[in-house]
Every structure is written in structure tokens, then in C-alpha cells.
């Protein structure tokens, strides 16, 4: 069994900052791309950020220059540092991985965390 657990989300104020962790455990062989989504009330969820085993990365243009993503491969962990927050980055933000375990290779995701910006 594979599991993605998030932490980090809360209440933040309009131009603060809030950092997103994302750990996978379980049965894992190797981590291939990991990112992360979000969806907002009334929207379909979409890619925020997504970094490759070799670090490279790709940016939704509404959080490039604002956003980091990185992760800790020995510790199959993933990272989001979200900078100049807006009300619009309010949504629950989902990890998404794509796991090889002994048996399988096929994409997990997390249960997501709330981030609301709001004063």
C-alpha cells in the first residue's frame, strides 16, 4: 500500500507566505514526476507545480515567480513554498505522485489541504 500525506495548509493573509509538504510511504521502489494540484469551490482542479526525479520543473503561469517546488527524493517527500499569496490561491491543495511499487507503477494522490488567503 502506498500513502501521500499533506501538511502545512491554514489561514494565511493576502501577500503572506505558507509552505506544503507532501510525504509518500508505504511499498515504494522509486518515484518517478511529483506535484501539486488544487481545486477551488466550483472549479475543476488543476496543476500548480510538478517536478521531475532529475528537478525539473514546470509552473501553472498564475503562481510562476510566486511558488517553489522541490523535493527530498531520499525521503520521498515533496515540497510547495508559496510566496505573495492572493485570495485566488484559495483552494484545498492535492499531491499527486507517480509511484513504482513491486507490483505496480501507477499514479497516487494525497487527500489534500486547505489553504484559504484571506484577511
Known amino acids: 500500500q502506498v500513502q501521500l500525506m499533506e501538511s502545512g495548509g491554514g489561514l494565511v493573509q493576502p501577500g503572506g507566505s505558507l509552505g506544503l509538504s507532501c510525504v509518500a510511504s508505504?511499498?515504494?521502489?522509486?518515484?518517478?514526476?511529483m506535484a501539486w494540484y488544487r481545486q477551488a469551490p466550483g472549479k475543476e482542479r488543476e496543476l500548480v507545480a510538478e517536478i521531475t526525479n532529475f528537478g525539473r520543473t514546470n509552473y501553472a503561469d498564475s503562481v510562476k515567480g510566486r511558488f517553489a517546488i522541490s523535493r527530498d527524493i531520499a525521503n520521498n517527500t515533496v515540497y510547495l513554498q508559496m510566496n505573495s499569496l492572493k485570495p485566488q490561491d484559495t483552494a484545498i491543495y492535492y499531491c499527486n505522485a507517480d509511484i513504482i511499487t513491486t507490483s505496480v507503477n501507477q499514479l497516487y494522490w494525497g487527500q489534500g489541504t486547505q489553504v484559504t488567503v484571506s484577511s
Open positions: 508505504g511499498d515504494i521502489f522509486s518515484i518517478d514526476h
